[in-house]
């Protein structure tokens, strides 16, 4: 008899504890999955930034390198619109000598979907990559 009645006072403890840590698990588990897509986002970055040094370094103008470096990032996963992937190479690929070393950056302003509504404080960050390759010999 005891028992019965402890177990019926009991009876929505299971929901409580579940309304209680549903929210925590939902956040881990968006966090998780936001941090492996900017994982994603950078290992593309790094892709483009070596295609648009690889372009550089051949002679290619600089619309070709950008274009070349924005097509190597077109699987990225952008949440936050279409912010334009930023390429830069310096110095300037059109004057540099045999021998020299091109650096090649690429970035990208990369927004968080579901951890900056949920934790106010939460920044977005800006992904970067860079490569440097040196100019090829002239032919």
Known sequence: MRFRVRRLRQ???ELVEFAVVLPLALIILFGIIEVAVAAFDQAILTNASRVAAREA???ATEAEWTQ???QAAQF???WNGTEPL???VLPDPSTAEEGTALTATATYPFGF???PRL???WPDITLSA???MRVLPHR
């Open 57 to 59: 370094i051949r002679g």
């Open 68 to 70: 070349a470096a924005e």
């Open 113 to 115: 979907f579901v951890l």
């Open 119 to 121: 934790l106010d404080a």
């Open 130 to 132: 860079s490569t440097v």
């Open 11 to 13: 009876r929505g403890a």
């Open 86 to 88: 930023d390429v830069a």
């Open 76 to 78: 990225m996963v952008k």
